[in-house]
Antibody, heavy 125, light 107 residues
């Protein structure tokens, strides 16, 4: 079965760029009609959707983060990545990657059915 | 942005109880709704999508309903492993948004 694993620095300095990678195992990132997404959760708070990417490279981002976010995919490595620039303490959170299934009938639907375990990123000097 | 408001924010219930959690969208979302369960220190787990479609492997005591702006997650008979926080999420708009969560605690 498909598994996801986040990796990257656990500590990032303010104003720097947060970079995380999600490695997909147990299946090809290019197979099926899947999107790949990033979600974050500050300690003790709710979930915030960051954005998603299709293996074609098409992306959608949360407008509140859009000017700072880049999500990319590397099919040769079976990975997708998140870059968040100009970070502040408000970006401190657990970051999750997730697979997004989709159905384009009527109704259409999306669902985040496979999640990584999450990685904690702290923004601090 | 479509705002998702869950109620209650928390509830206490006993094993065997029927539990209902409500999610209200700030505009109609045409059943474009998923529900997730999250336990402390763990990633969210998909329960339902398209408002009422049960994810494979999820117990049938979980069900979803609703239309327009108002949706409900029902646990027909609460089990010990169901104590967790539940989130609704809309995917009607390009910007996906979550409710603030409902924590289900042991009474």
């Amino acid at each position: 079965q498909v598994q996801l694993q986040e990796s990257g620095p656990g500590l990032v300095k303010p104003s720097q760029t947060l970079s995380l990678t999600c490695t997909v195992s147990g299946g090809s990132i290019s197979s099926g009609s899947y999107y790949w997404s990033w979600i974050r959760q500050p300690a003790g708070k709710g979930l915030e959707w960051i954005g998603r990417i299709y293996t074609s490279g098409s992306t959608n981002y949360n407008p509140s983060l859009k000017s700072r976010v880049t999500i990319s995919v590397d099919t040769s490595k079976n990975q997708f990545s998140l870059k968040l620039s100009s970070v502040t303490a408000a970006d401190t959170a657990v970051y999750y990657c997730a697979r997004v299934g989709a159905g384009f009938g009527d109704p259409y639907y999306y669902y985040m059915d496979v999640w990584g375990k999450g990685t904690t990123v702290t923004v601090s000097s | 942005d479509i705002q998702m408001t869950q109620s209650p924010s928390s509830l206490s219930a006993s094993v065997g109880d029927r539990v209902t959690i409500t999610c209200r969208a700030s505009q109609g979302i045409s059943n474009s709704l998923a529900w997730y369960q999250q336990k402390p220190g763990k990633a969210p787990k998909l329960l339902l999508y398209a408002a009422s479609r049960l994810e494979s492997g999820v117990p049938s005591r979980f069900s979803g309903s609703g239309s327009g702006t108002d949706y409900t997650l029902t646990i027909s008979s609460l089990q010990p492993e169901d104590f967790a926080t539940y989130y609704c999420q809309q995917y009607y708009s390009t910007l996906w948004t979550f409710g603030q969560g409902t924590k289900v605690e042991i009474k």
